[in-house]
């Protein structure tokens, strides 16, 4: 069982935990959309303690042995943190910090998709925006979330050379404008990753 961020790659989808310091939150929310929305008055920014409030609120829906998947960032990889997920008898690996964008399927393709459903949502009111938030959470279907796994090779066939080339290029797609800058810089960098100087620089 993989788990990042409320991901399994079975399909399944944990109800998301939105921390938030406004203070009307509407009653039975989380019944109705199927979500847990927690009032944090003094809420600045990810930390070990929300982390540690997230593990409780979605510990009930793991069984002992998951393996959690998170990225590197310091709520995660705090000793209070870790130490819980071990108590808990999870399994726990860290997604090294450059490969998020290539590695990670939340940032690869579920929050794409999370995000163009929020903005498609006309919102006004905090409540219609947090509602906005938990419909985009669940826009992704079973099938989508199974294939966002599979697509960058954590489960599903053996991921070939081809098949790490054309991740590792998507988002490099320059249009006719842009193609001779881009086949510049393309030189340019594979010249410094030889330690090569630039043929075209003069001394």
Not at 74 to 86: D, F, M, N, S
Not at 87 to 113: H, K, L, M, R
Not at 119 to 125: G, L, Y
Not at 154 to 164: A, D, F, L, N, S
Request: net charge neutral; glycine share 6%; charged share 25%.
């Amino acid at each position: 069982m993989i788990l990042y961020e409320g991901l399994l790659p079975t399909g399944e989808v944990l109800p998301p935990v939105i921390f938030t310091n406004y203070n009307k939150i509407p009653k039975n929310l989380d019944e109705e959309l199927d979500a847990r929305v927690l009032y944090v008055p003094d809420l600045k920014g990810p930390s070990a303690s929300l982390t540690l409030r997230w593990l409780g609120e979605i510990d009930k829906y793991l069984e002992s042995g998951s393996l959690i998947v998170h990225d590197k960032g310091p709520e995660y990889v705090a000793r209070a943190v870790q130490e819980e997920l071990k108590e808990n008898g999870y399994e726990t690996q860290a997604i090294p910090g450059a490969g998020g964008a290539f590695a990670n399927p939340c940032d690869n393709s579920f929050n794409s998709v999370l995000r163009q459903a929020f903005w498609k949502s006309p919102s006004q009111t905090f409540e219609e925006k947090l509602i906005a938030i938990i419909k985009a959470y669940y826009a992704s279907s079973n099938a989508a979330i199974r294939h966002y796994f599979q697509h960058i090779g954590w489960i599903g066939e053996k991921p070939t050379r081809q098949h790490v080339r054309e991740l590792l290029s998507e988002g490099y797609r320059p249009g006719n404008r842009h193609k001779p800058i881009y086949e510049e810089m393309n030189q340019k960098y594979r010249a410094w990753k030889r330690n090569l100087r630039d043929a075209s620089r003069e001394d």
